[in-house]
């Protein structure tokens, strides 16, 4: 399986006070010469997409418009504590593995690929959805 699309935290993996946080703007340059799709969120709904593309311009990284993207107002840190979660166990479960200690069913209690695949998917459809003044979308 290849990698097809990369989403991106903005605030404390990216970026810190407007500075780039050590190798953002190598990941960022190696992402997009690539080709690949990024999408880089914030949860400040305040900021424009333009204040983003200030931020980062600032730190002397160059964003292409549309990879810039604000979470709502609301809850959105449930998005940052659920993505939080899984990465804890992820890397709960590969310390294990790399110090031969056995796996509980709680060190697996991560998404699969396959679960991986439906979430992409999703956001895919939802995408598109908003490419098209909002029209439903089958997740394909």
Not at 10 to 29: Q, S, Y
Not at 63 to 76: I, T, W
Not at 92 to 99: G, P
């Amino acid at each position: 399986m290849t990698i097809q699309n990369i989403i991106c935290d903005i605030d404390g993996v990216l970026m810190h006070d407007n500075v780039a946080v050590p190798g953002a703007a190598e990941f960022i340059k190696r992402i997009l010469d690539k080709g690949m799709p990024l999408v880089m969120l914030t949860n400040y709904p305040s900021q424009t997409g333009q204040d983003l593309a200030n931020r980062f311009a600032t730190a002397g990284i160059d964003v292409p418009d549309g990879n810039l993207a604000r979470v709502p107002f609301g809850h959105p840190e449930g998005y940052y504590v659920a993505e939080a979660n899984i990465y804890k166990n992820i890397i709960n479960y590969l310390i294990k593995r790399k110090n031969g200690e056995p796996l509980t069913a709680d060190d697996l209690d991560f998404p699969d690929v396959e679960t991986g695949v439906s979430g992409v998917k999703f956001v895919h459809a939802v995408m598109k959805s908003g490419d098209n003044d909002s029209k439903w979308v089958e997740v394909e």
